[in-house]
Each structure stands twice: as structure tokens, then as C-alpha cells.
């Protein structure tokens, strides 16, 4: 069974500093993986996915994610963050089930903390 | 925008008393998931509907728990009877086609407290 392992639960982190939050995966097969955000009291949004080609992934406000295939990683990073990302982060893999039917499998999320 | 709604945003009730979560998709969306959140447990997908059919319901504790599509605007989610470990943030989440190619939408959640 894939899983996804989150290596850190808090990442506080000063405003305008890089931050890189980890992310792990197992799977013997091809796989297709995301980082989702949830901010206070709302759901989960899609932040970047990685399905093929390029190893690099860039999100439209300033993250990105390499997947390492010899790894198993998908780390995020983002070079200066703002007080506006704290939030946690949900890296996610997507598993077949019967039918051929695709769901995502979430890690344990990081809370990122941006202080002034 | 387009956008996932779930009602109630908030729901506290005794325990044994059954609880009904309502979600719905976007118009369009042939996929609808619910999920749960705990501290302890993180995110659960608990029910996978396709097309307004099942397709996986194996995170879901069967006894007490029950999923369906009555149309494809609504999504429900029962707890019956209803208990304190129930207690947590559950999600409705829909999407269009292979999730390989297009994100999930979440909604806001229910937070449920079971007293």
C-alpha cells in the first residue's frame, strides 16, 4: 500500500526566510503526487501536482516541489515566505483502487509557522 | 467562483442522536469524497462516489456510519447513533474526471462536536 510520510509536524520559520517542508512517499509504481494547503478554517486547495516531464514543479505564488524519484521525495521549498502562508501543508499521492479509478492517499500535514 | 458548500459549518449534539452533514458539489463535478479530520488521525477518506455510485467506502466504520447521492447536486453524510469519537472536521471534497488530472475541490468543512 503507498504511504505518505510528512517528516516534520511544525516548521516555524521567520518572515522572509527560505523554508523546505518534506514529504516521502512509497510506492513500486509510477505515481503522481501533490501539495495541498489548508489555511484556518477552510478546506484543503490544490497547491502544485506532479504527473510527468519536468522534475520541477511551481506553484503560482512563489513554492515549488522536485520529485526525486531515487528519493522518494517531493519536498516543498520556497525561498522567502510571507506572514500570509501559515498554514499547513498536505503532501498527497494518488493510489488505484478497483476500477482503475485513482483517490489520493495524504500525509500527516506540516503546520508552517511565519513569524515577523 | 465555484465552490464546494457544506452545511451545517457547525453541529454540536449529544451523543446517540443522529447527525446529517449535507454537501454540495459543483455543478459539473462527478466525483465526490468525504473526508475526516483529526488531530490524532489526520485526514480520513472515509467515502468515494462516482458518477452517484459507491466506489469506495472502505474508511468508513459501517455500523453507524452511511453514504449517499440521493441527485448529483447532494451528498450526504449520517452518523447514526452518533459518539464522542465522532467528534471531528469532515470535509466533502468534488472533482471532475481522473484526479491524476484534476485537483480536488474541498468544501469548508463541518466541525462536529458529539458531547
Known amino acids: 500500500a503507498q504511504s505518505v510520510t510528512q517528516l516534520d509536524s511544525q516548521v516555524p520559520v521567520f518572515e522572509e526566510a527560505p523554508v523546505e517542508l518534506r514529504c516521502n512517499y512509497s510506492?513500486?509504481?509510477?505515481?503522481?503526487l501533490f501539495w495541498y494547503v489548508q489555511y484556518p478554517n477552510q478546506g484543503l486547495q490544490l497547491l502544485l501536482k506532479y504527473l510527468s516531464g519536468s522534475t520541477l514543479v511551481e506553484s503560482i505564488n512563489g513554492f515549488e516541489a522536485e520529485f526525486n524519484k531515487s528519493q522518494t521525495s517531493f519536498h516543498l521549498r520556497k525561498p522567502s515566505v510571507h506572514i500570509s502562508d501559515t498554514a499547513e501543508y498536505f503532501c498527497?499521492?494518488?493510489?488505484?483502487?478497483?476500477?482503475?479509478?485513482?483517490?489520493?492517499?495524504f500525509g500527516a500535514g506540516t503546520r508552517l509557522a511565519v513569524h515577523p | 467562483d465555484a465552490r464546494v458548500t457544506q452545511t451545517p459549518r457547525h453541529k454540536v449534539t449529544e451523543m446517540g442522536q443522529e447527525v446529517t452533514m449535507r454537501c454540495q458539489p459543483i455543478?459539473?463535478?462527478?466525483?465526490v469524497f468525504w473526508y475526516r479530520q483529526t488531530m490524532m488521525q489526520g485526514l480520513e477518506l472515509l467515502a468515494y462516489f462516482r458518477n452517484r455510485a459507491p466506489l469506495d467506502d472502505s474508511g468508513m466504520p459501517k455500523d453507524r456510519f452511511s453514504a449517499e447521492m440521493p441527485d448529483a447536486t447532494l451528498a450526504t453524510l449520517k452518523i447514526q447513533p452518533s459518539e464522542p469519537r465522532d467528534s471531528a472536521v469532515y470535509f466533502c471534497?468534488?472533482?471532475?474526471?481522473?484526479?491524476?488530472?484534476?485537483?480536488?475541490?474541498f468544501g469548508d468543512g463541518t466541525r462536529l462536536s458529539i458531547l
Open positions: 498527497a499521492v494518488s493510489t488505484t483502487i478497483s476500477g482503475g479509478y485513482n483517490k489520493l492517499i
Open positions: 455543478l459539473g463535478h462527478n466525483t
Open positions: 510506492s513500486s509504481v509510477s505515481v503522481y
Open positions: 471534497a468534488s472533482g471532475l474526471g481522473d484526479l491524476r488530472d484534476q485537483p480536488q475541490h
